[in-house]
């Protein structure tokens, strides 16, 4: 795994602790093995950017790891059982309301039919996404996938704020 990324001028801001989320990258692969669309969920009314859309998962709970985490968050959001789970990446993010270390998960395999538990919307992707808008901290997966795919110009539609 990669060694965290500090954005969005976090150097500048007071020294917060951050708070652990595991988030699942859920990626359908062709017969070959290839990678190919993956699923963005819209964040819930009355959350903290609601609306916008990102990768499922949630905060760590006292005592879990991200894996027993990510396994309990996408139960409870989305309705799936997921199978091996591939630790990624990590992102450390500074948002007006916390700072977040995101701990990038890869999941391949899961069972059970999608359902949207806290109301919100889900939709499976390519690049550049369709959705709109992305969380700021979704924006750097999406070039991270553009590095890994070989994909160039936009990963999604910018904004000012990007």
Same mark, same amino acid.
């Given at each position: 795994?990669?060694?965290?990324?500090?954005?969005?001028?976090?150097?500048?801001?007071?020294?917060?602790?951050?708070?652990?989320?595991?988030?699942?990258?859920?990626?359908?692969?062709?017969?070959?093995?290839?990678?190919?669309?993956?699923?963005?969920?819209?964040?819930?009314?009355?959350?903290?950017?609601?609306?916008?859309?990102?990768?499922?998962?949630?905060?760590? /709970?006292?005592?879990?790891?991200?894996? &027993?985490? @990510?396994?309990? $968050?996408?139960?409870?959001?989305?309705?799936? *059982? #997921?199978?091996?789970?591939?630790?990624?990446?990590?992102?450390?993010?500074?948002?007006?309301?916390?700072?977040?270390?995101?701990?990038?998960?890869?999941?391949?395999?899961?069972?059970?039919?999608?359902?949207?538990? /806290?109301?919100?919307?889900?939709?499976? &992707?390519? @690049?550049?996404? $369709?959705?709109?808008?992305?969380?700021?901290? *979704? #924006?750097?997966?999406?070039?991270?996938?553009?590095?890994?795919?070989?994909?160039?110009?936009?990963?999604?539609?910018?904004?000012?704020?990007?």
């Amino acid at each position: 795994m990669s060694e965290p990324i500090v954005v969005d001028g976090a150097e500048n801001l007071p020294e917060r602790v951050p708070v652990e989320v595991a988030v699942g990258v859920l990626v359908e692969r062709d017969a070959d093995g290839r990678e190919g669309r993956f699923l963005l969920t819209s964040r819930p009314a009355g959350k903290v950017y609601a609306g916008f859309w990102e990768f499922p998962g949630g905060k760590l /709970e006292s005592g879990e790891t991200v894996e &027993q985490a @990510l396994r309990r $968050e996408l139960i409870e959001e989305i309705g799936i *059982t #997921i199978g091996a789970v591939q630790p990624w990446r990590e992102l450390v993010m500074d948002y007006p309301h916390a700072r977040v270390r995101l701990n990038f998960c890869k999941v391949f395999d899961w069972t059970g039919e999608f359902e949207m538990r /806290e109301a919100q919307a889900m939709a499976w &992707q390519t @690049l550049p996404v $369709e959705v709109e808008p992305v969380l700021p901290g *979704t #924006i750097p997966v999406l070039r991270w996938f553009a590095e890994e795919r070989g994909h160039a110009g936009l990963t999604h539609r910018e904004t000012p704020a990007d």
